[in-house]
C-alpha cells in the first residue's frame, strides 16, 4: 500500500511539472533578457546601498 502511494506521488510530480514546464524560459533570447534584468536590479540595488551609506556617513557627522 505504501508502495503504490508513493509511485502515485511521484506520478502526480512529473504530471505537475511537466505541465508547468516552458520550453520559451530557455530560448537564447530569454536568457540573455533574464540575465539583462538581473543586472539592472543588482546594479539599482547597488546604488541605493551606496546612497544610503553616504546618507548615514553624512549623519554621523552630524
Given at each position: 500500500m505504501g508502495r503504490m502511494l508513493f509511485l502515485i506521488l511521484?506520478?502526480?510530480?512529473?504530471?505537475?511539472?511537466?505541465?508547468?514546464?516552458?520550453?520559451d524560459d530557455f530560448t537564447k533570447e530569454n536568457m540573455e533578457a533574464t540575465i539583462k534584468k538581473e543586472k539592472t536590479i543588482n546594479?539599482?540595488?547597488?546604488?541605493?546601498?551606496?546612497?544610503?551609506?553616504e546618507a548615514e556617513k553624512v549623519m554621523d557627522q552630524f
Open positions: 511521484i506520478i502526480a510530480s512529473i504530471v505537475g511539472l511537466y505541465h508547468t514546464f516552458n520550453l546594479a539599482v540595488q547597488q546604488g541605493r546601498e551606496k546612497r544610503r551609506l
